[in-house]
Each structure stands twice: as structure tokens, then as C-alpha cells.
């Protein structure tokens, strides 16, 4: 080979060389901002994941706390007989703020309030007791009913 001949091929080679290198650094660029975007990726899927296996025991500890607050029917009956209690004396508070005697019915509103406080304790009591259904039931009545006779008397004071 002549000379002339070398240094084209060299200049070829050279130019091949400088192109090949220019395509490496746009290569290597490009892999560095791919590497970022797989890492993102990866950070985000552990997160999930994390995410994921935290909210298992969660799960399992809702079925439990639903499981356990399945109430009894004793426990519905003892519950429904406190609502009405607290209906009633509502409704007799109610009408001894709404009047206007000339009289302060603070008084008379604690003592309604007082009974209330004590029925349901008295119905807890119950309920929570070792004695038959059907003997709870007649308890609760009882109490039901002993609570509202006392709201009368104490709505007779009023007059």
C-alpha cells in the first residue's frame, strides 16, 4: 500500500472512530437516564408493595373487630330498650325547657337525665347477667317501665 492510500484509510478509520465514539457517549447518556427511570420504577414498586403488605393485617384485624362486634339479641333488645328511655326523656326534657312557667326546670331536667343514667346501667347490668333470655326481657321491661313511670312523677312537679 502507498502512503497516499494509508492515510486515507487512517483518516477513514479516524472519522469512524470519532463517529462510533459520538454515538457511544449519546448511548451511555441515554442508559444513565434509563437507570434513573428503572430506579424510579423500582422505588415506586417497593413503595406498593409495601403499601400493599401493610394494609393485609389491617385487613385481618377489621374482620376480627367486625366478628367481635356482633352483638347478641339480648344485647339488641337491652340497646333498643336504652334508645327509648333516652327518647322519652328527650321528649320530656323538651317539654319542660319549652315552657314557660315562670320556673327554672333545671331541676326536674336532672332528674330526668339522673333516671336515664341509671336505666342504662341497670339494663347493662342485665344484659350482661347469667340469667335466661326470657328473664332478661322481663328485667329490661321492668326497668323500661319503672324509668318512664318516674318521668311522669316527675313531670307532675311541674304542675
Known sequence: MRRGELLNLNRELYEKAE???AMYEELK???????KKVELLWNDNKALSEKQNATEPLK??????INQAKFTEEEKYGASAIGKIVVKATAYCNKLTSSNDGYDPKELVNLILGRTEVA????????????EAERKSELIDN??????DYFESVMAQKE
Open 19 to 21: 463517529k462510533y465514539k
Open 29 to 35: 447518556a441515554e442508559n444513565a437516564e434509563l437507570s
Open 60 to 65: 385481618e384485624l377489621e374482620k376480627k373487630v
Open 120 to 131: 342504662k346501667a341497670e339494663i347493662l347490668r342485665i344484659v350482661n347477667s347469667d340469667l
Open 143 to 148: 326497668c323500661k317501665k319503672s324509668a318512664e
